[in-house]
């Protein structure tokens, strides 16, 4: 499980004290209170992920994501491109990357088991020799399908 407000306090603190003075800002600019609550909404919106419990499984279908008992499930045909970082992994279903590709896409936070992840990872994706990853902290890599 993956809970960045009790795991990680400050780094999730501080995302959330940017996303207020943001919104307060957006009130203080346009004095209209509906811009600071709009700027709130599409903040929350997007930080969902820092103040919401998210639990993962790794399996054989792929990568299940569980917040609240809504499920979304990620085929590991579906991943096409891996970008590591320093505390987790990226895994996004397009083949290059985007600005707004880790919306659509599926963070692992290592927790203490990054070698357990990415020997999941080497399994299923290196072991359906269908896409390589390249592990370069803060590098993305393609996931290339060979013919």
Request: glycine share 10%; net charge positive.
């Amino acid at each position: 499980m993956d809970w960045p407000l009790r795991d990680r306090p400050v780094g999730s603190s501080l995302a959330l004290s940017l996303a207020a003075g943001a919104s307060w800002l957006a009130v203080w600019a346009t004095e209209n209170a509906a811009a600071g609550g709009v700027v709130a909404a599409l903040l929350a919106v997007t930080l969902w992920r820092t103040w919401l419990p998210v639990q993962y499984q790794l399996g054989a279908d792929g990568v299940t994501q569980s917040v609240l008992g809504w499920r979304r499930r990620l085929a590991w045909t579906a991943i096409w491109h891996v970008d590591t970082r320093s505390d987790g992994v990226v895994l996004l279903p397009d083949a290059t990357p985007t600005p707004l590709g880790p919306l659509r896409g599926v963070y692992l936070h290592w927790g203490g088991q990054r070698e357990a992840v990415m020997a999941n990872l080497d399994f299923y994706l290196l072991g359906r020799r269908e896409p390589a990853i390249g592990s370069t902290h803060g590098r993305a890599a393609a996931v290339e399908k060979s013919p």
